[in-house]
């Protein structure tokens, strides 16, 4: 069974910085993407970012330039490096892993979600 688990969220200022892990453990056949969404209060899920196995990452305009998502390939794991944050920044933020876990079944795992909250 696939597993994604976060860690690294908390409180911060505006202008400030924080630095997300999502560790995936479990087997699978190949990975297609890992990334990161948020969700805030009264707001639907929101993508922010996505590399490929192959590296290349992908990113929403909201978030350009601020966010970075990068992964430690041997131990599966994905970041989001995000400075300057914003109040606006505040949500829940949930992993993501798009997987094959046989040659010909693709599934999409979440994480539990860490919560971000940016104070003005």
């Known amino acids: 069974q696939v597993q994604l688990v976060e860690s690294g969220g908390g409180l911060v200022q505006a202008g400030g910085s924080l630095t997300l892990s999502c560790a995936m453990s479990?087997?699978?056949?190949?990975?297609?993407?890992m990334g990161w969404y948020r969700q805030a209060p009264g707001k639907q899920r929101e993508f922010l970012a996505y590399i490929t196995a192959g590296g290349s990452p992908n990113y929403a305009d909201s978030v350009k330039g601020r966010f970075t998502i990068s992964r430690e390939i041997p131990k599966n794991t994905v970041f989001l490096q995000m400075n300057n944050l914003r109040p606006e920044d505040t949500a829940v933020y949930y992993c993501?892993?798009?997987?094959?876990?046989?040659?010909?079944?693709?599934?999409?795992?979440w994480g539990q979600g860490t919560q971000v909250t940016v104070s003005s």
């Open positions: 993501n892993a798009d997987v094959l876990i046989s040659m010909e079944s693709r599934r999409e795992y």
């Open positions: 479990g087997e699978i056949y190949a990975l297609n993407t």
